[in-house]
């Protein structure tokens, strides 16, 4: 699978670089690559559609890859880190940061999910990249 080329070693370096000594991070139970349990309630990420976890996908080279697990496994990644924050944007969705950047964006931006509203403009360039989902 290709994804954004170096997007996977720039969110590290980005949340290895915010990580602040004793931060509270919220109760979070990763769900599926755009929903979670966070501090209770079951939301979902604003602004993105991932493939449910168990879902496959074929690239145009018809090879076959796991882009549910590989989305469920990146928000897992940023729900673990210790900067990792949401709020509210309306009733059932959140917007989330981990080290201070937009997880929501990100996913669109490695081509891991699709752009529900918001972030159109980044499923566009992911499309022309020819990465994650669009490869």
Not at 87 to 97: A, L, N, R, S
Request: some cysteine; charged content about 20%.
């Amino acid at each position: 699978m290709r994804v954004f080329p170096g997007a996977a070693l720039l969110l590290a370096a980005a949340l290895q670089l915010a990580f602040t000594p004793g931060a509270g991070a919220a109760d979070v139970t990763v769900v599926d690559g755009d929903s979670m349990i966070y501090d209770g309630r079951q939301v979902e990420i604003w602004g993105i559609i991932a493939p449910s976890r168990s879902e496959t996908c074929t690239t145009l080279q018809n090879e076959k890859w796991d882009c549910g697990e590989r989305a469920f496994s990146q928000l897992s990644a940023a729900a673990s880190d210790p900067t990792f924050a949401c709020e509210d944007k309306e009733p059932g969705f959140v917007v989330c940061h981990a080290g201070g950047l937009d997880v929501g964006l990100l996913l669109v931006k490695e081509g891991l999910v699709r752009a529900r509203q918001g972030y159109k403009d980044v499923e566009a360039r992911a499309r022309e990249a020819g990465i994650g989902l669009w490869q």
